[in-house]
Each structure stands twice: as C-alpha cells, then as structure tokens.
C-alpha cells in the first residue's frame, strides 16, 4: 500500500472501487476457496501444483483486497464543483498547444486510480500531470516524459 493517504478521487471513483472490492470480495474470494478445497481433495499437498497455485492466488487477493479497504477508508471525495477555477487542479480539463508541432489537446488531471489513457484522463502523479499541475492558462511548461521533451502552453481550464 502506498501509504501517502488521503486519496483524493471523484464519488464516481470511490464508488468503482468499491464495486471492485465487493467483486474481489463476494466472487473471487468464494472462487479461490473452492479451488482450494478442491485441490486438497486431490489429496498429498506437498507435491500438489494446483493446491500451491491456488494458495499463491489466495495472497494476492487478500493484498489487493487490503489495499482497496484502505484506499477507500482514507479517500477524501473531491467534488468537481467545488476545484479551483482558473488553475490546472485535480479534475481540471487542461486545454495545451504543443510549441513544437502546433497539435492542440486537452487532458483531465486526475487521481491515480482514475487514470484512463484513451479518455486523456492523466494521473495527477504522471510527468505530464505533475508538469501542468499548479499552472494557469498562458503559462509555459517544459516536462520532460520518456519519448523526449514536450514544450506544452496552457490554453484554457475548465
């Protein structure tokens, strides 16, 4: 777990974790049991490559269930009303123009756990995120990402 609580997301993304959670909880977790169950009927668990690979799996969902308990016990629900006006903040659609190419795009900074690439939904901890985070429109921001250098100018917020 990462540690560095509060997670600051939307009620949408609080709310999809706790759908995964639940999921993990009431279908996976029933699921990995009877595997487990399973393999032990096949009797000596020493040498028992499904009781062993069931086991493994059991711990990884166990891990992953603490860690959505905890990041949905210490997620603080940011409203989209109630961000900042004016300046790239967490949910602010930042409308850049590449000095380089001319290429106009818009991206949305948001938490980690709501990153989604094809929707231009940027972490808040990304290169880009943590480049534009702060800023105001007119601004001039280099960040430097693993393909190069982007000499981005903020356009708009919204």
Do not use: C
């Amino acid at each position: 777990m990462d540690g560095a609580g509060p997670f600051y997301m939307s009620e949408e993304g609080h709310e999809k974790l706790r759908a995964e959670l639940h999921k993990l909880k009431y279908v996976s977790r029933p699921e990995i049991v009877g595997q487990i169950k399973h393999a032990r009927e096949l009797g000596d668990l020493s040498e028992n490559a499904e009781y062993h690979a069931a086991k493994e799996a059991q711990t990884y969902l166990e891990r992953a269930i603490a860690e959505l308990e905890y990041k949905i016990a210490h997620a603080k629900i940011v409203k989209r009303d109630d961000v900042a006006k004016g300046k790239a903040y967490l949910f602010a659609r930042v409308t850049v123009v590449d000095l380089d190419d001319d290429e106009e795009e818009v991206f949305t900074l948001v938490p980690p756990e709501e990153t989604d690439p094809d929707q231009n939904h940027i972490s808040i901890r990304s290169p880009i995120g943590q480049g534009l985070l702060g800023k105001n429109i007119g601004d001039q921001v280099q960040i430097t990402i693993p393909a190069g250098t982007l000499n981005l100018k903020i356009i708009n917020i919204e």
